[in-house]
């Protein structure tokens, strides 16, 4: 194979995708749902010590295992409660997958395709959203890469001559494999071990080579890592693994319980757009066909493992009932490796970099365009629709720009790959003040900054219908939530648990009519956080409590007015944790 040399450029390239993924990674606030519940969970985990069971607001939270809470909450010790500190762990994930993408890159294409596969999977809307975001994601993709690049090394390695005792060539890779696996389990589940095995074991019996995929060793080395903590988490819920084997993974793949579902072609569009603009690159080699041509060598086994790595998990997925674009990120990595494959052939990498710069500009042009309907067509308020044309109209000029630079640059693959990294490395940069808008729309950080003003140690505050998830983030402390079901906690398992928890002597988790109580009574100086369109709830609150503050979503009101403790009767004493 005639292979491209390293230059300047892809160096550049490397550094812009960086910047892209570290810019300004703590400047907006925590974006609930996601980010508040697993920020509270990993502050909680940090100041009990306890890195064995997730808890939010001081209930066992079995919706997700240890590892990537225990991350976060290393984090927090070294940093402190911030935003930096519980978004660093996916980063470093982030920045550990692209580091192994980049060295396999350079293992099987040279070091001019090592630089391109890490710049091509950092460059891409996916990867840059999840390495910035307090999700599981990053930290799966890692170990999903890991254990499916170790298994591919195992399959290559040359076999042990038969009737020799000695140990399988490779055997080692396999350990290592098996070990990921194991660690993406306590990251994410046993979706970390179904990625693996789906991609590897069709290429494994292409190849002949099943015994690449066992290991004795690897299998003792998966159950040594995972059995503590299984062990350790059915000791505090009694029913953890038939909530994690039945609920969070066959229920969620088979039926349309958990309200994750989509049409079965719902991932195609995000693949597409996820992985821009190398998707695009790899469509025009695709049509060429010229790639899956060559005949000989490691060219077709790369070819085969990177294509059964994208649309094997493509047909689960699409297949499942569970749908979330982040499911798709493990899969970015195969197509920045192929894109390294195609841009490092001598004969792909024209057509290849006109086709993607001619599609980014296309997509500079709609973005320009989609500026000026966006208002008509989504439920946005007014902070987020006054900062959209600030980060649409320097994003579309630079898509633009850039596209025309990646095709007039066609003949020079290292400006072309530059070219092609700018746009999207420039998200965080021109989205600035779109993200504040967006962080303050959909974060509890202003609500927090005006209920601390006037909170003291005694003061209590009570979540009535509502729970804002990075609310007990901000604040430090536990919330006391008074629900029907607990599923403002958005846990399957806690709205699936709730009377137990209702039911235990010093729970946060309070039936739906208890606030009533509380506020005629008021033992205590509480704070109560309602949702803004909860007229009944706030009616009742307007009598006994000061307003704090108002947004769109949610009201805080208090402190109510401390009763004679002598002639009313106390509420139940502070939760304490469960378990």
Same mark, same amino acid.
């Given at each position: 194979?005639?292979?491209?040399?390293?230059?300047?450029?892809?160096?550049?390239?490397?550094?812009?995708?960086?910047?892209?993924?570290?810019?300004?990674?703590?400047?907006?606030?925590?974006?609930?749902?996601?980010?508040?519940?697993?920020?509270?969970?990993?502050?909680?985990?940090?100041?009990? =010590?306890?890195?064995?069971?997730?808890?939010? =607001?001081? !209930? +066992?939270?079995?919706?997700?295992?240890?590892?990537?809470?225990?991350?976060?909450?290393?984090? &927090?010790?070294?940093?402190?409660?911030?935003?930096?500190?519980?978004?660093?762990?996916?980063?470093?994930?982030?920045?550990?997958?692209?580091?192994?993408?980049?060295?396999?890159?350079?293992?099987?294409?040279?070091?001019?395709?090592?630089?391109?596969?890490?710049?091509?999977?950092?460059?891409?809307?996916?990867?840059?959203?999840?390495?910035?975001?307090?999700?599981?994601?990053?930290?799966?993709?890692?170990?999903?890469?890991?254990?499916?690049?170790?298994?591919?090394?195992?399959?290559?390695?040359?076999?042990?001559?038969?009737?020799?005792?000695?140990?399988?060539?490779?055997?080692?890779?396999? /350990?290592?494999?098996?070990?990921?696996?194991?660690?993406?389990?306590?990251?994410?589940?046993?979706?970390?071990?179904?990625?693996?095995?789906?991609?590897?074991?069709?290429?494994?019996?292409?190849?002949?080579?099943?015994?690449?995929?066992?290991?004795?060793?690897?299998?003792?080395?998966?159950?040594?890592?995972? !059995? +503590?903590?299984?062990?350790?988490?059915?000791?505090?819920?009694?029913?953890?693994?038939?909530?994690?084997?039945?609920?969070?993974?066959?229920?969620?793949?088979?039926?349309?319980?958990?309200?994750?579902?989509?049409?079965?072609?719902?991932?195609?569009?995000?693949?597409?757009?996820?992985?821009?603009?190398?998707?695009?690159?790899?469509?025009?080699?695709?049509?060429?066909?010229?790639?899956?041509?060559?005949?000989?060598?490691?060219?077709?086994? @790369?070819?085969?493992?990177?294509?059964?790595?994208?649309? /094997?998990?493509?047909?689960?997925?699409?297949?499942?009932?569970?749908?979330?674009?982040?499911?798709?990120?493990?899969?970015?990595?195969?197509?920045?490796?192929?894109?390294?494959?195609?841009?490092?052939?001598?004969?792909?990498?024209?057509?290849?970099?006109?086709?993607?710069?001619?599609?980014?500009?296309?997509?500079?042009?709609?973005?320009?365009?989609?500026?000026?309907?966006?208002?008509?067509?989504?439920?946005? =308020?007014?902070? /987020?629709?006054?900062?959209?044309?600030?980060?649409?109209?320097?994003?579309?000029? &630079?898509?633009?720009?850039?596209?025309?630079?990646?095709?007039?640059?066609? @003949?020079?693959?290292?400006?072309?790959?530059?070219?092609?990294?700018?746009?999207?490395? $420039?998200?965080?940069? /021109?989205?600035?003040?779109?993200?504040?808008?967006?962080?303050?729309?959909?974060?509890?950080?202003?609500?927090? @900054?005006?209920?601390?003003?006037?909170?003291?140690?005694?003061?209590?505050?009570?979540?009535?219908?509502?729970?804002?998830?990075?609310?007990?983030?901000?604040?430090?402390?536990?919330?006391?939530?008074?629900?029907?079901?607990?599923?403002?906690?958005?846990?399957?398992?806690?709205?699936?648990?709730?009377?137990?928890?209702?039911?235990?002597?010093? $729970?946060?988790?309070?039936?739906?009519?208890?606030?009533?109580?509380?506020?005629?009574?008021?033992?205590?100086?509480?704070?109560?956080?309602?949702?803004?369109?909860?007229?009944?709830?706030?009616?009742?609150?307007?009598?006994?409590?000061?307003? &704090?503050?108002?947004?769109?979503?949610?009201?805080?009101?208090?402190?109510? $007015?401390?009763?004679?403790?002598?002639?009313?009767?106390?509420?139940?004493?502070?939760?304490?944790?469960?378990?």
């Amino acid at each position: 194979m005639n292979r491209l040399r390293p230059d300047r450029w892809l160096i550049a390239a490397i550094f812009v995708m960086l910047v892209g993924l570290t810019f300004r990674i703590s400047g907006y606030p925590l974006l609930d749902p996601d980010e508040g519940r697993n920020a509270e969970v990993a502050r909680e985990m940090a100041s009990s =010590n306890d890195y064995v069971v997730p808890r939010l =607001n001081e !209930l +066992p939270y079995l919706d997700k295992p240890v590892l990537y809470f225990a991350a976060g909450a290393a984090a &927090i010790e070294v940093f402190g409660p911030t935003e930096f500190a519980v978004r660093l762990p996916s980063l470093l994930f982030t920045l550990a997958t692209l580091a192994l993408v980049g060295w396999f890159g350079w293992l099987s294409f040279g070091p001019a395709g090592g630089l391109i596969a890490a710049a091509a999977t950092g460059a891409t809307p996916l990867t840059l959203a999840f390495a910035r975001t307090v999700i599981f994601d990053s930290a799966l993709t890692f170990f999903v890469v890991l254990s499916i690049l170790c298994f591919f090394l195992a399959a290559e390695a040359p076999q042990r001559e038969a009737g020799t005792a000695q140990q399988r060539p490779g055997a080692w890779w396999t /350990v290592v494999a098996w070990a990921a696996m194991a660690c993406g389990t306590l990251t994410k589940g046993p979706i970390a071990i179904a990625i693996p095995l789906m991609v590897i074991a069709p290429y494994l019996g292409w190849r002949r080579r099943w015994d690449a995929m066992w290991d004795l060793v690897g299998v003792l080395l998966f159950v040594a890592i995972l !059995l +503590p903590w299984v062990l350790a988490m059915s000791r505090v819920v009694p029913d953890f693994l038939r909530y994690v084997l039945v609920t969070e993974t066959v229920m969620r793949l088979t039926t349309d319980e958990l309200q994750r579902t989509g049409p079965v072609w719902y991932f195609l569009p995000i693949l597409v757009t996820g992985a821009f603009p190398w998707s695009v690159a790899l469509f025009a080699a695709w049509k060429e066909g010229r790639a899956l041509r060559e005949s000989s060598g490691q060219w077709d086994r @790369h070819m085969m493992l990177f294509l059964l790595w994208v649309v /094997v998990p493509l047909v689960f997925f699409s297949l499942s009932h569970s749908k979330r674009p982040q499911y798709l990120l493990p899969l970015i990595p195969a197509i920045g490796l192929l894109a390294a494959q195609v841009l490092t052939g001598s004969r792909m990498r024209v057509p290849t970099t006109k086709f993607a710069g001619l599609a980014l500009g296309a997509i500079g042009v709609v973005i320009l365009f989609a500026n000026l309907i966006v208002g008509r067509l989504l439920d946005l =308020n007014g902070a /987020v629709m006054q900062a959209i044309p600030s980060t649409a109209v320097p994003l579309g000029a &630079i898509c633009i720009a850039a596209g025309a630079a990646t095709y007039a640059a066609a @003949h020079r693959t290292g400006v072309a790959v530059l070219a092609l990294c700018v746009p999207i490395a $420039s998200i965080p940069i /021109v989205s600035s003040r779109l993200m504040d808008a967006i962080g303050s729309d959909r974060s509890a950080r202003e609500l927090s @900054h005006a209920i601390e003003r006037v909170l003291t140690d005694e003061t209590d505050v009570v979540t009535v219908g509502a729970y804002p998830l990075s609310l007990p983030f901000y604040l430090r402390r536990t919330l006391i939530l008074s629900s029907t079901d607990g599923s403002e906690l958005t846990s399957n398992f806690l709205t699936r648990t709730y009377s137990r928890w209702t039911g235990l002597r010093g $729970s946060p988790l309070r039936p739906a009519d208890w606030w009533l109580t509380a506020l005629a009574e008021c033992p205590r100086p509480t704070v109560f956080v309602v949702r803004s369109d909860d007229t009944r709830v706030r009616d009742a609150m307007r009598a006994r409590a000061p307003l &704090i503050m108002e947004n769109r979503k949610f009201a805080a009101y208090g402190p109510c $007015s401390r009763s004679d403790l002598a002639t009313r009767r106390a509420l139940p004493e502070r939760p304490e944790p469960a378990g």
